[in-house]
């Protein structure tokens, strides 16, 4: 491995944990945590018909466990963001959707949001946002495809390697 990939592999761990404090501090006045976000964050793409998670699906892209989508969720309808169905009877079958205050909340905390993103894209000028912005993309989906099924994905990784 080069090390500028081996830079770029520990950078990218390294931000994003590191923008996962940074965004657990800016939620926090208002009661949420990444995780929160994350979640709604899945449930819009959802609605928009982007991706469509199942209970089992955010456990693996959120890596949480079940019991820990149930809280997230419960504490989401609390706050009246989500509503959660169950039409079938299974914790596993419940059904999420957003709320008409899921709506209004994130479009009055849209100024403090942009504050914060523009605060940290900053140092890049629009062509390297531009540049950034379709690495991340083609890195993101090039990794979503890769890891969608990882029951098999270390396996084919050391048969690739060697």
Do not use: C
Not at 11 to 21: V, Y
Not at 44 to 57: A, L, M, R, W
Not at 116 to 145: G, P, Q, R
């Amino acid at each position: 491995m080069s090390d500028k990939k081996g830079f770029i592999f520990n950078a990218l761990l390294i931000l994003g944990k590191r923008l996962e404090g940074i965004s657990d501090e800016h939620f926090r006045e208002d009661g949420l945590t990444i995780k929160d976000y994350l979640f709604t964050v899945y449930l819009e793409q959802k609605v928009k018909g982007i991706y469509e998670p199942d209970i089992n699906e955010l456990v693996k892209e959120m890596n949480v466990s079940h019991k820990e989508i149930n809280e997230i969720a419960v504490k989401l309808e609390g706050m009246g963001l989500i509503k959660i169905e169950n039409q079938w009877g299974g914790l596993h079958e419940l059904q999420y959707s957003l709320t008409d205050r899921y709506y209004d909340f994130w479009t009055n905390r849209s100024d403090k949001d942009e504050i914060l993103i523009s605060l940290l894209l900053a140092v890049l000028s629009d062509k390297e946002t531009n540049s950034l912005f379709k690495i991340i993309k083609k890195l993101y989906t090039h990794i979503f495809m890769l890891f969608s099924d990882r029951s098999h994905i270390f396996k084919d990784l050391n048969i690739k390697l060697d």
